[in-house]
């Protein structure tokens, strides 16, 4: 059975930094693309960031383009999200998730492109 298990999350203050990280089980995802997205109250889940299976490959939402910096580790099948300068408006459930297992040549950036999801963990930034 796949599972994703994400860790790092918390409550921090405006322009302070996190660390998330996602460890998946279940099969291997050496092939597969990885992306964190996240969810704030009464919105939609938005695309945040996302890697390629060869991790050589990036894509980050606009909002978060140059503070935000996604990574993974193949041999610990797991994947980060180093987010630096946080906003309140950073505030959100951040998900990471997987793709098949043959990974496109550039990471999607919708949640279709993604097959199997974390719990979440919550992030908040106070101002």
């Known amino acids: 059975q796949v599972q994703l298990v994400e860790s790092g999350g918390g409550l921090v203050q405006a322009g302070d930094s996190l660390r998330l990280s996602c460890v998946a089980s279940?099969?291997?995802?050496?092939?597969?693309?990885m992306a964190w997205f996240r969810q704030a109250p009464g919105k939609e889940r938005e695309f945040v960031a996302a890697i390629s299976w060869s991790g050589d490959r990036t894509s980050y939402a606009d909002s978060v383009k140059g503070l935000f910096f996604i990574s993974r580790e193949n041999a610990k099948a797991t994947v980060y999200l180093q987010m630096n300068s946080l906003k309140p408006e950073d505030t959100a459930v951040y998900y990471c998730a997987v793709g098949p297992e043959r990974g496109t040549y550039m990471p999607g950036r919708r949640p279709n492109d993604y097959v199997y999801w974390g719990q979440g963990t919550q992030v908040t930034v106070s101002s």
């Open positions: 279940g099969r291997t995802f050496a092939g597969s693309n």
